[in-house]
């Protein structure tokens, strides 16, 4: 894809999240598919030549659409809180446009320092007193997944015990 294009497809994809935002309302929260109506629309092999982005986009209106449970939906209640906005979007656009991989301070000074203030904005925002901050004997990093955050805190347990 040229840099002209992915300008193009890009705008089409940021004008296609925000009129699906802005018409989430008029949908159904859940989907309303039967198991394996989504798959009996997709090809039977892969693809042997590129689709034109508009073609990408007509089979997201119309084959995956209909498939997805609308979780920003206003009535969507079930599970567990997973809303995103605008703001969120944009930023996820722009880490993946960058393809920061911080997981060491050398991979990305930016990323980790970055993600150290923002923690310990965070601890000042929810009034946690200075130790739990990264200038005190707390600090932290952000985890992706409840299941990665449990395993380093287990961890953390485990070490302490055994000091």
């Given at each position: 894809?040229?840099?002209?294009q992915?300008?193009e497809?890009?705008?089409?994809?940021?004008?296609?999240?925000?009129?699906?935002?802005?018409?989430?309302?008029s949908?159904?929260?859940?989907?309303?598919?039967?198991?394996g109506?989504?798959s009996?629309?997709?090809?039977?092999?892969?693809?042997?030549?590129p689709?034109?982005?508009?073609?990408?986009?007509?089979d997201?209106?119309?084959?995956?659409?209909?498939?997805v449970?609308?979780?920003?939906?206003?009535?969507?209640?079930?599970?567990?809180p997973?809303n995103s906005?605008?703001?969120a979007?944009?930023?996820?656009?722009?880490?993946a446009?960058?393809?920061?991989?911080g997981?060491?301070?050398?991979?990305?000074?930016?990323?980790?320092?970055?993600?150290?203030?923002?923690?310990?904005?965070?601890a000042?925002?929810i009034?946690?007193?200075?130790?739990f901050?990264s200038?005190?004997?707390?600090?932290?990093?952000?985890q992706?997944?409840?299941?990665?955050?449990?395993l380093v805190?287990?961890?953390?347990?485990?070490q302490?015990i055994?000091?």
């Amino acid at each position: 894809m040229s840099p002209q294009q992915f300008r193009e497809h890009g705008r089409q994809v940021v004008d296609w999240i925000a009129d699906y935002l802005e018409t989430i309302e008029s949908r159904p929260v859940r989907s309303q598919v039967a198991p394996g109506e989504i798959s009996a629309q997709l090809p039977a092999h892969p693809p042997q030549q590129p689709e034109p982005f508009a073609a990408v986009l007509a089979d997201l209106e119309k084959i995956v659409l209909p498939g997805v449970t609308h979780w920003q939906h206003p009535r969507h209640f079930a599970y567990f809180p997973a809303n995103s906005s605008g703001p969120a979007i944009l930023g996820d656009l722009l880490s993946a446009g960058l393809g920061v991989q911080g997981m060491l301070w050398i991979t990305s000074p930016a990323c980790t320092e970055l993600e150290t203030v923002v923690i310990d904005w965070l601890a000042e925002l929810i009034d946690l007193p200075a130790r739990f901050r990264s200038t005190g004997l707390g600090g932290g990093v952000i985890q992706d997944s409840a299941s990665s955050a449990n395993l380093v805190a287990l961890l953390a347990a485990l070490q302490r015990i055994s000091a």
